[in-house]
Each structure stands twice: as structure tokens, then as C-alpha cells.
């Protein structure tokens, strides 16, 4: 079921990715090893991706949303994976988790492509007919 508009989607890239990035000590698990680098690399690269996303939110439009989408579901399998992959799971594990699931849900449930521009160019009160 495809929920999240484009727009809604990328109002939570941005603010995943900044969550991401600062995860390890707000969640006080930064100890230097992969269990901060993970979501901080992988927050950083939302960020960037975000940015280049052709969608409502991105900047330069270069990768599309299809591409972004597909980008989502495989960072949050690492980041979900990942205390499992790079052994710290003993110490921390479930920021880890609950981020990657909630990264692959967001992805599951947006639409793939943003919804058409308005076209601004018509005359208040009148009605476009197609031909």
C-alpha cells in the first residue's frame, strides 16, 4: 500500500538521515567502532541521495525515484543487518534495527514517482480541456 507522497517521503529522508548521523550519541552507543560509522555513513549518504533524488525534495534531480527507492530498502537491510554483520550486537543492536525496518517500510509504502507538477500556466477560472 503506497501511503507516502514523494513529498511526505522526503521530509523523512532529511530528517532520518540527520537522525542517523547523530544516532550513536543520542542513542549513547558511539564507541568508534562500526556500531557509530554505520549510521553515520549511511546517514550521510541519505542526505546526499536525498539531495540528488528527482523528486519534491531534491536539489539537482539526478537519480530517480524508482533508484532512490530501491537505495532505501538496501541501506536499511545493512543498517538493520549490521550488529549482526560487524559483531557489535552484544553491545547495541536495536537502534540498529528499529532505523533499518523503519527505512524499508518508508520505502514499501511510497509512491514511485512525485505526483505531476500543477500546471500554474492556465487562467484562474478557466478550465483546461484536452484536445
Do not use: C
Request: aromatic share 10%; glycine share 10%; hydrophobic share 50%.
Amino acid at each position: 500500500m503506497k501511503i507516502l507522497s514523494t513529498k511526505a517521503h522526503g521530509i523523512l529522508d532529511y530528517l532520518m538521515g540527520v537522525l542517523l548521523i547523530a544516532a550513536p550519541w543520542i542513542f549513547n552507543f558511539a564507541r568508534g567502532g562500526a556500531e557509530t560509522w554505520v549510521p553515520v555513513v549511511l546517514g550521510a549518504g541519505m542526505l546526499l541521495y536525498s539531495l540528488l533524488t528527482n523528486y519534491e525534495m531534491g536539489v539537482s534531480k539526478a537519480i530517480s525515484m524508482r533508484a532512490h527507492l530501491t537505495m532505501d530498502v538496501l541501506s536499511g537491510i545493512l543498517l538493520a543487518a549490521s550488529p549482526w554483520i560487524f559483531g557489535f550486537n552484544d553491545f547495541v543492536y536495536l537502534p540498529h534495527l528499529i532505523f533499518g525496518i523503519l527505512e524499508i517500510g518508508a520505502a514499501m509504502m511510497t509512491e514511485s514517482a512525485p505526483s505531476p507538477a500543477r500546471d500554474t500556466s492556465a487562467v484562474p477560472g478557466q478550465h483546461r480541456h484536452a484536445h
